[in-house]
């Protein structure tokens, strides 16, 4: 089953804004994951956060994890228009071999 | 590196044929694979995990008898779809990890579109 809500589902934004993306969860991680999808393509990985940490930055991505509120947040600084895709969250637990992945929000950058 | 290469990228077959998808690992041993379906403008939907030399572990609603998995070496995974018929359509993806746990990132195939006649 799907545990992982995101927010937006959809969002549009002119080049150079920055994007925001939100996922929330509902049961206790280990850590937390953002993927990349871009359309009729795999998944590729973007950053890892564990449940230890708050925030992660890699590039013109920062992600915040907050474990309180069980939710996460996904930052693109400086958008560009190959940032158009889908992006997903996905949670792993102790003990679990598997991730269960958000509904994803689709990101377009209008250029 | 963490290269996964799927195959085919995209397949057309005709209703009662059995369809394999290949998933191998170019440069690091997937101790897990995981096959997912995903329709259009949804999220990935987990099939089944397999770990190499072990039956696959499907999940809830998944036909093993339909959907056959076989692990056997250390970086290939096929998924067969036996006797398709078009409600299998869809696009399916496959990804592998080097751990068991899921505190690692997993590493993705491009993916295969399967059209059933």
């Known amino acids: 089953s799907q545990q992982g809500e995101e927010d937006p589902q959809a969002l549009s934004i002119q080049e150079g804004e920055n994007a925001t993306m939100n996922c929330s969860y509902k049961?206790?991680?280990?850590?937390l994951q953002w993927y990349r999808q871009n359309s009729g393509r795999g998944l590729v990985h973007l950053i890892l956060?564990?449940?230890?940490?708050r925030e992660k930055h890699s590039g013109r991505l920062r992600v915040t994890l907050d474990t309180s509120k069980k939710s996460s947040s996904l930052l693109i600084t400086a958008s560009r228009a190959a940032d158009t895709a889908s992006y997903f969250c996905?949670?792993?637990?102790?003990?679990?071999?598997?991730?269960?992945f958000g509904q994803g929000t689709r990101l377009t950058i209008n250029p | 590196g963490a290269v996964v290469s799927q195959h085919p990228s995209w397949v057309i077959c005709k209703s009662g044929t059995s369809v394999k998808i290949e998933c191998r690992s170019l440069?690091?041993?997937?101790?897990?694979m995981f096959w997912y379906r995903q329709f259009p403008k949804q999220s990935l939907m987990l099939m089944a995990t397999?770990?190499?030399?072990?039956?696959?572990?499907?999940e809830q609603g998944v036909e093993k008898d339909k959907f056959l998995i076989n692990h056997a070496s250390l970086t290939l995974s096929t998924l067969t779809v036996t006797s398709a018929h078009p409600e299998d359509s869809s696009f399916y993806i496959c990804?592998?990890?080097?751990?068991?746990?899921?505190?690692?990132?997993?590493?993705f195939g491009d993916g295969t579109r399967l059209s059933i006649l």
């Open positions: 990804s592998a990890s080097e751990q068991t746990h899921s505190n690692q990132p997993q590493h």
């Open positions: 049961t206790s991680i280990n850590n």
């Open positions: 956060i564990r449940s230890n940490e």
């Open positions: 996905a949670t792993g637990s102790q003990g679990a071999q598997k991730l269960v």
């Open positions: 440069d690091f041993q997937a101790t897990t």
């Open positions: 397999s770990n190499e030399g072990s039956k696959a572990t499907y």
